[in-house]
């Protein structure tokens, strides 16, 4: 640690909160910039996208929470950029842009825009903001799709200069535009990048205005010791040890061959080690994950079980370690296709998150919806004859926790994006969502119900190429202490007249009228269905959530249908017999 962030700290510690405060306003206030600025629903109302403000190395010091799959991205992806494209070249005004996962990011539609930050032609930091971006070109609409290898996925954007003298440079916007299905919506969402690190650049100058050059620069490192410091201390507050856990993908999108993911978590007083050596090697579909996508999923999951105040900074990634071996599905390589790799980050946060759970499971949730759920659309608009495309992803389960049940229809965990609205999905786009609804008896029961999955059927004024890169179909998200698995994701082509099923990541063409149904998973339950209180029961039947067969068979909670209420013999009987069976049989694996 250094004397001079020691010193501004410790003897000068409402400066330090003062200006600890400052940095994490910048950093909300540039998101803030985005949203307002931003043309896509996906960006302006989905917020997915983060901000951060870097030190002079480049280090995190503060980040927005728009998207937590962004955090350790940013912490990985922005040093790459700085690296190849060479920091000595920044002047004044500069900013560079990249969006190549095989280079320290993440899935193409991802697209960084890095600016440093200058004060009397002094460097004292950079900003940083990643936006995931409706289309980037490639074989299907909102890029999203059974693509082989990266160069199907979208355009690659290398470390190249985007802004001159605080000016967009024109031939490479172009460029990027003649390359995308959605060039309005592209373009106006990078502007809003722009806006959003203009912010930055402000600020900080005002913060060094006001506090002075020194001050500030001791202040972010003392910020980064600072929560080095807090974050070693709460590991106090996990049980030191080693713990492990299995999840598995439904397949690749070619063929029907699960891949899995292996999860060895060593807590010391020290560090947290996150070993994935044994997950499968990387494979032929979209599926596989960056190094970066990784470590940010692996990082949530300690985030979740620090203190809730604690910064989000380079001092909290000093803690982690990570292994995934290179050429893994967790750690691919050029030029393995990468389009759908934050399913499987996702699916190594829930194994660690059940890694974890043989520590604190008081302390965590039962599997969640168990996917990201891509879902990208497009084709020509018969109200205007331009092409259109579209990107979302949907909510489904949130698991149930110690004390209380899942919430239903979330975006969880690293997700943190919000569904879009109905209306303006409607307005924007030639489509109608014909049924959006939660889905009755799809929680995983337990004492503590896990949340329902979601709803959400889509027809079609045109022709158009419908895609979904998801996950969770064959392996339900998975409960605790006792608690059920929820009910798994369904896609359903057609579902009133013809249906046809598919697995869990497709391309098709749809004709006008023709409807698809996509179904998100559940989330797992907590404790035993028959621990459950019966009132509760009741609430969820009355409420169309748990069907009266459902309440008797599973939570044996027996209710009388005349009187809507609990028979209260008829349920201490069923109970009676469910808590016999469980008692004789073997405990679960959990």
């Known amino acids: 640690m250094t004397s001079t962030s020691d010193a501004i700290e410790r003897r000068d510690p409402i400066r330090f909160e003062v200006l600890r405060n400052a940095l994490s306003a910048i950093s909300d206030e540039m998101a803030l910039a985005v949203q307002r600025a931003a043309y896509s629903t996906n960006v302006k109302t989905r917020l997915d996208f983060s901000c951060a403000v870097l030190d002079q190395s480049a280090r995190v010091?503060?980040?927005?929470?728009?998207?937590?799959?962004?955090?350790?991205?940013?912490?990985?992806?922005?040093?790459?950029?700085?690296?190849?494209?060479?920091?000595?070249?920044?002047?004044?005004?500069?900013?560079?842009?990249?969006?190549?996962?095989?280079?320290?990011?993440?899935h193409l539609n991802?697209?960084?825009?890095?600016?440093?930050?200058?004060?009397?032609?002094?460097?004292?930091?950079?900003?940083?903001?990643?936006?995931?971006?409706?289309?980037?070109?490639?074989?299907?609409?909102?890029?999203?799709g059974l693509s082989r290898e990266i160069f199907q996925e979208g355009v690659i954007i290398p470390p190249v200069q985007f802004l001159k003298e605080g000016q967009i440079c024109d031939d490479v916007f172009k460029l990027i535009l003649n390359n995308v299905r959605s060039?309005?919506?592209?373009?106006?969402?990078?502007?809003?990048?722009?806006?959003?690190?203009?912010?930055?650049?402000?600020?900080?100058?005002?913060?060094?205005?006001?506090?002075?050059?020194?001050?500030?620069?001791?202040?972010?490192?003392?910020?980064?010791?600072?929560?080095?410091?807090?974050?070693?201390?709460?590991?106090?507050?996990?049980?030191?040890?080693?713990?492990?856990?299995?999840?598995?993908?439904?397949?690749d999108g070619f063929g029907d061959t699960p891949v899995k993911i292996q999860v060895t978590i060593t807590v010391t007083p020290d560090k947290v080690l996150y070993d994935l050596t044994g997950s499968d090697p990387q494979v032929k579909g979209p599926i596989n994950a960056t190094y970066a996508m990784t470590f940010s999923d692996c990082a949530y999951t300690l985030l979740v079980l620090m203190d809730s105040d604690l910064p989000v900074n380079d001092?909290?990634?000093?803690?982690?370690?990570?292994?995934?071996?290179?050429?893994?599905?967790?750690?691919?390589?050029?030029?393995?296709?990468?389009?759908?790799?934050?399913?499987?980050?996702?699916?190594?946060?829930?194994?660690?998150?059940?890694?974890?759970?043989?520590?604190?499971?008081?302390?965590l949730t039962a599997g969640s919806k168990g996917c990201i759920f891509n879902i990208g659309f497009g084709g020509i608009d018969p109200r205007t004859g331009s092409y259109f495309a579209f990107y979302e992803a949907m909510a489904g389960g949130y698991g149930a926790r110690f004390s209380k049940d899942g919430i239903d229809a979330i975006q969880p965990h690293v997700q943190n994006t919000e569904n879009s609205p109905v209306e303006e999905t409607e307005?924007?786009?030639?489509?109608?969502?014909?049924?959006?609804?939660?889905?009755?008896?799809?929680?995983?029961?337990?004492?503590?119900?896990?949340?329902?999955?979601?709803?959400?059927?889509?027809?079609?004024?045109?022709e158009l190429m419908f895609s979904v890169l998801a996950d969770a179909a064959k392996y339900p998200p998975w409960g605790l202490e006792g608690g059920s698995a929820a009910l798994p994701a369904r896609f359903v082509r057609n579902p009133d007249t013809e249906p046809q099923e598919y697995g869990s990541k497709l391309t098709v063409d749809l004709q006008p009228g023709e409807v698809f149904s996509v179904r998100m998973g559940g989330g797992g339950g907590f404790g035993h269905a028959w621990e459950r209180d019966p009132s509760l029961v009741l609430e969820d039947v009355l409420g169309g959530k748990v069907s009266m067969e459902r309440s008797e068979q599973i939570y044996g909670?027996?209710?009388?249908?005349?009187?809507?209420?609990?028979?209260?013999?008829?349920?201490?009987?069923?109970?009676?017999?469910?808590?016999?069976?469980?008692?004789?049989?073997a405990s679960p694996d959990q």
């Open 557 to 585: 909670v027996v209710i009388d249908a005349a009187s809507k209420s609990v028979d209260a013999d008829a349920t201490e009987r069923r109970r009676r017999v469910m808590r016999e069976r469980d008692s004789n049989a």
């Open 427 to 462: 307005a924007s786009y030639p489509m109608r969502i014909v049924r959006y609804q939660l889905i009755p008896d799809s929680e995983g029961a337990g004492r503590q119900r896990g949340g329902l999955g979601l709803r959400r059927d889509y027809t079609f004024e045109g």
């Open 315 to 363: 001092g909290f990634y000093r803690v982690i370690e990570l292994v995934a071996p290179v050429g893994s599905v967790v750690n691919a390589q050029h030029p393995a296709a990468i389009g759908a790799g934050w399913e499987t980050a996702f699916r190594v946060c829930e194994t660690s998150f059940r890694a974890f759970s043989r520590a604190v499971p008081e302390r």
């Open 61 to 106: 010091i503060a980040q927005s929470f728009s998207q937590p799959n962004h955090l350790a991205s940013l912490v990985y992806f922005v040093p790459r950029i700085l690296a190849e494209y060479g920091r000595d070249r920044l002047r004044p005004g500069d900013g560079i842009l990249c969006n190549d996962g095989h280079r320290g990011g993440v």
């Open 183 to 251: 060039p309005r919506e592209t373009g106006g969402d990078l502007r809003a990048q722009v806006a959003g690190v203009n912010i930055a650049i402000r600020r900080l100058g005002e913060m060094v205005e006001k506090h002075g050059f020194g001050t500030v620069v001791d202040a972010m490192e003392g910020l980064l010791d600072y929560t080095e410091r807090r974050t070693r201390a709460a590991l106090k507050n996990i049980p030191h040890g080693v713990y492990t856990a299995v999840g598995y993908m439904d397949s």
């Open 110 to 144: 991802d697209v960084c825009l890095v600016v440093p930050v200058f004060v009397d032609e002094t460097l004292i930091g950079f900003a940083a903001i990643m936006c995931h971006h409706v289309d980037v070109g490639g074989g299907t609409p909102g890029s999203i």
